[in-house]
């Protein structure tokens, strides 16, 4: 287009600038749009998780809920010959679960492990 002298070297150059910020903002917008949905299977595995492991240590054995307990817990404590437990951060958001009301019915109806 400078060769037809319709547009000058110094338009494109701004034009062509603009573009390629346009661009990158666009490119930083799908990215953050894509980062929830890349959660979302992580979020499922520890959900799943979560229910085989409250399921598991009801039925399981010492050794079993010995393991659950490790798995789970970041930091576990005895205080007055009473064991004190804290959920590894990506466990700890499920103490919460009763705030989300229909994620908690849901797993009530169906406490049992998925196959």
Do not use: H, Y
């Not at 520890?46 to 789970?72: C, L, P, W, Y």
Request: net charge positive; proline share 6%; with cysteine.
């Amino acid at each position: 287009m400078c060769a037809d002298g319709v547009i000058g070297v110094g338009e494109l150059a701004e034009d062509r600038e603009a573009l390629l910020v346009e661009k990158r903002r666009l490119e930083d917008e799908l990215s953050r749009a894509r980062r929830p949905l890349q959660l979302i299977e992580p979020l499922q595995r520890s959900i799943s998780f979560v229910e085989q492991a409250v399921f598991a240590f009801d039925k399981g054995n010492a050794k079993q809920r010995e393991r659950i307990t490790r798995a789970v817990s970041s930091n576990i404590l005895l205080k007055d010959k009473k064991p004190l437990i804290e959920a590894k951060k990506l466990f700890a958001m499920f103490r919460d679960l009763k705030a989300i009301p229909r994620m908690w019915a849901a797993w009530e109806s169906n406490p049992e492990p998925c196959p």
